[in-house]
């Protein structure tokens, strides 16, 4: 993953501001030891940001991971062990643990999705409702966790819902101006009935998205759908239902939770005095 080194900056400086008074109280020449244990099963994800948070404190402070990214380690496992000036280690530590915490559930949350639809051909997309600012890095996150990202955001992608059908007077008139804006992408529509299926269809969407269908309807949409354009589910589904949406036969499963439900995963960073 590429680290943008003025992001890395942004988030520092909205800790540290114009100084840590805390670690002034520390002897500059003091070093220090310490590890990172996950207090919880986890998924590892973004060692790449984490270390770029202590690199930009201090080039002196060295990180030796014991875990690989994207290994699924048990609770009280050692994620990493670090050495460096004792400021530099403080001063760094919340910023790099509040970084990790949250990229890390992303990455957690979606393997077990994507566990409870393996073997079914459905696979689990991510969406748009991601933590200001963390996108491109919750993005990864979902990859990193077996997951299938859709679009990074309203540039790469054409995705018409319910506003835009409003606006252009009807799905038909919407598909036609996507096709006229000849980006070369697949045109997507959010429909909310088996009614609206069909239009979309007749109006030659690639993708559709068949919002808040019932099990039943998803059933019956593959039917009708048959084969003409990439099915994807969304809306009030979670890992207890999942598997169930991915055996009506749709090819994919957007799940706003992977990102926007978030809860950090329970990291604990101690340190020691060097020897």
């Known amino acids: 993953m590429i680290v943008d080194r003025e992001q890395i900056r942004a988030w520092l400086a909205e800790d540290v501001g114009s100084g840590d008074l805390t670690a002034a109280i520390i002897p500059p020449e003091r070093r220090a030891r310490g590890r990172v244990v996950t207090r919880e099963p986890m998924v590892l994800c973004g060692r790449d940001g984490f270390e770029a948070v202590f690199a930009e ?29 004792a400021r530099a280690l403080l001063t760094a530590e919340r910023t790099a643990l509040n970084f990790l915490q949250t990229v890390s559930a992303t990455a957690t949350v979606t393997r077990r999705y994507a566990g409870a639809v393996a073997g079914t051909g459905a696979v689990v997309l991510d969406t748009r409702k991601t933590i200001p600012g963390l996108r491109r890095w919750q993005k990864y996150a979902v990859e990193v966790g ?57 109006a030659g969407a690639d993708m559709i998205l068949l919002d808040n269908f019932s099990l039943e309807d998803l059933r019956t949409a593959v039917r009708l759908n048959a084969g003409r354009a990439l099915l994807e589910a969304s809306g009030n589904i979670g890992l207890d239902n999942i598997r169930e949406v991915a055996l009506t036969g749709v090819d994919r499963i957007s799940v706003g ?13 101690r340190l020691t005095l060097a020897e």
């Open 57 to 85: 404190v201090d080039p002196a402070c060295r990180i030796h991971w014991e875990a690989a990214e994207g290994e699924a380690v048990a609770a009280d496992a050692v994620l990493c062990r670090l050495e460096g000036p």
């Open 146 to 202: 077996g997951g299938v990202n859709h679009r990074m955001g309203l540039y790469d992608g054409i995705l018409i819902k319910e506003n835009h059908i409003a606006a252009a007077g009807s799905i038909a008139a919407a598909v036609r101006q996507a096709r006229a804006l000849e980006t070369g992408l697949p045109v997507q529509v959010e429909v909310e009935s088996l009614a609206e299926l069909e239009e979309a269809l007749a």
């Open 257 to 269: 939770a992977l990102t926007k439900h978030v809860r950090a995963v329970d990291l604990s960073l």
